[in-house]
């Protein structure tokens, strides 16, 4: 399947508009949990011909920080640099409106995600110990390895 990346969109989902949660679903399995943090939140989506292939979740902390809550990408068009700008897209949308600090947590078994991470210019900056063994029901398992504890790598705008 060819695809341009220069065709995508990216823009704010109305408060109307029908909630991906097959997305988000991919990057956070507890709904419960994808619900509390979405009252609070902006969802940002990209669209690839009619169809929505990416997610990302802004959720406003404290002193004009914010996390990056929710990223995902559909799987068919994995791999093919959407993560990336959804990423590089948020961080314009945060400096845009003044935020100082994005943030953004991965388990410390999803090494993909913490090399993507990086190298878009996070850095690691909090270990949460731990928190996928008391916050999560079922137990996750990526790359061989138990999704023990959250990594929290942050970026200045
Ligand atoms: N495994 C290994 N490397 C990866 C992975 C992975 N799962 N995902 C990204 N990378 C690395 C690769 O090196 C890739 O470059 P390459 O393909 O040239 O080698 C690089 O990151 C850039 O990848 P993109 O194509 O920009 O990223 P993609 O569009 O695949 O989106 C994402 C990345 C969002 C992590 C996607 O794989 C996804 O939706 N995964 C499932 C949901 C998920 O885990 N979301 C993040 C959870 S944490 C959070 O939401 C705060």
Request: hydrophobic share 40%; aromatic share 10%.
């Amino acid at each position: 399947m060819s695809f341009n990346l220069q065709t995508l969109t990216f823009s704010k989902l109305g408060k109307n508009e029908k909630i991906p949660y097959d997305l988000l679903l991919l990057a956070d399995p507890e709904k419960n949990m994808i619900d509390e943090y979405l009252k609070v939140s902006d969802i940002f989506i990209s669209i690839y011909q009619e169809k929505i292939v990416g997610v990302i979740v802004l959720y406003p902390l404290e002193e004009k920080d914010a996390e990056i809550k929710n990223v995902a990408v559909h799987p068919d068009f994995q791999r093919k640099g959407i993560g990336s700008y959804l990423i590089d897209q948020i961080c314009k949308v945060a400096k845009e409106n003044h935020y100082r600090r994005l943030i953004i947590g991965t388990a410390n078994s999803s090494l993909g995600q913490l090399y993507l991470y990086q190298k878009l210019g996070f850095d690691m900056c909090e270990l949460r110990k731990d928190f996928f063994i008391q916050h999560y029901a079922e137990p996750i398992v990526e790359n061989g390895i138990r999704a023990k504890h959250m990594i929290i790598l942050e970026k200045y705008s």
